[in-house]
């Protein structure tokens, strides 16, 4: 059972509840957020189920830092599982030609640079330890070609893609490394999102399947179970219908 386990983005909704799910007595949470209020808020919590709480409080788009801090954090005990639930969401703006350019740099920074050399950083310590594990949250979106929303999509499948070949260059090593790529999940960050939400989870429910897989050392966890089939759809289907049918979910009607 990890003892100390690092969780970014845990002034979210997500990394909220992985934090409370993994609060327990005897455990070190590590717990970093760009929203020092909320990860305050969310620390008090955690310590009254009985974990031992130390905040962060910065950005990891400034991956230079991120990556430095962990590795205080990791040199001052440590690091038995690292959860990296730390992203951004975003949509092409209505009426625009192409999605924006910065925001296609910072949700390529943030959900990709970012996260995998966290990630790449924390596998070489870990290496050396032979033990430890590493979670990286994608998403079902990493596997479809939306065009509404291109940058999320795409680093998403950066994520992926990265996470997969990690797990297999630290595996001999006793490194686990599982990428878990969620659905919709009720979230402050994903009710912004436009459109229909099937198979919405709440962010306890999510927390939960993304532990088990943890837990189980599973390469990849897709859910809820109907994410997984249209993973195949989509890699079944002819060019040209899948165009079509992605085409039909943009939510502006452009």
Avoid at 67 to 80: R, S
Avoid at 183 to 208: H, M, N, V, Y
Avoid at 229 to 235: H, I, K, M
């Amino acid at each position: 059972m990890p003892k100390r386990i690092l969780i970014t983005g845990a002034s979210g909704g997500l990394g909220a509840a992985l934090a409370q799910h993994y609060a327990l007595p005897g455990r070190t949470l590590l717990l970093w957020g760009r929203d020092g209020e909320r990860l305050e808020a969310i620390a008090t919590i955690c310590r009254d189920a009985g974990a031992d709480v130390a905040v962060r409080s910065l950005d990891i788009s400034d991956f230079a830092a991120a990556v430095g801090a962990l590795e205080e954090e990791d040199a001052a005990g440590a690091i038995d599982l690292m959860l990296l639930a730390a992203g951004m969401g975003d949509i092409q703006a209505r009426g625009d030609l192409a999605e924006d350019a910065g925001q296609v740099a910072r949700l390529g920074i943030v959900n990709f640079v970012a996260s995998s050399a966290m990630a790449a950083a924390m596998a070489r310590r870990m290496a050396q330890r032979r033990t430890g594990g590493i979670v990286l949250i994608g998403s079902a979106a990493a596997f479809h070609a939306l065009p509404f929303a291109p940058a999320y999509a795409g680093s998403k499948a950066g994520l992926a893609h990265f996470a997969q070949a990690l797990r297999l260059s630290v595996k001999k090593r006793g490194v686990r490394v599982t990428l878990v790529s969620p659905g919709f999940i009720d979230t402050a960050a994903g009710r912004r999102a436009p459109g229909p939400k099937p198979f919405l989870l709440q962010p306890s429910a999510a927390a939960a399947q993304i532990a088990r897989a943890a837990a189980r050392g599973e390469a990849h966890s897709i859910f809820p179970w109907p994410f997984a089939l249209l993973l195949w759809v989509d890699r079944l289907l002819p060019l040209s219908l899948r165009d079509r049918l992605l085409l039909a979910l943009t939510p502006h009607g452009d």
